[in-house]
């Protein structure tokens, strides 16, 4: 999963823009946006740099972020600390 912070994304003509970007670019990634959060997550994307191009191709700029992780390696505890 490819994760991005998009800081200039502000209405819902950014969010169609860069969703389209995006599927011209990689025709079978899903693309989720979150415009409150001003993020963009792209699952199932074969070329990264396509992605990452495409968004700053559409006039914005994107800050590739990790995604959040869904497990615990570290063992039981809430934070991986304990």
Sequence with gaps: MLR???RDMSCGHCVQ?????IRDAEPDAQVQVD???KTVQVDGA???AAVEAAIREA????QATAPARQDNPVGG????HC
Excluded: E, K, M, N
């Design 35 to 37: 415009l409150a959060g």
């Design 77 to 80: 505890g809430c934070c991986g």
């Design 46 to 48: 074969r070329a990264p």
């Design 4 to 6: 991005y912070q998009v």
């Design 59 to 62: 006039g914005y700029t994107p």
């Design 17 to 21: 823009s860069i969703t389209t970007a």
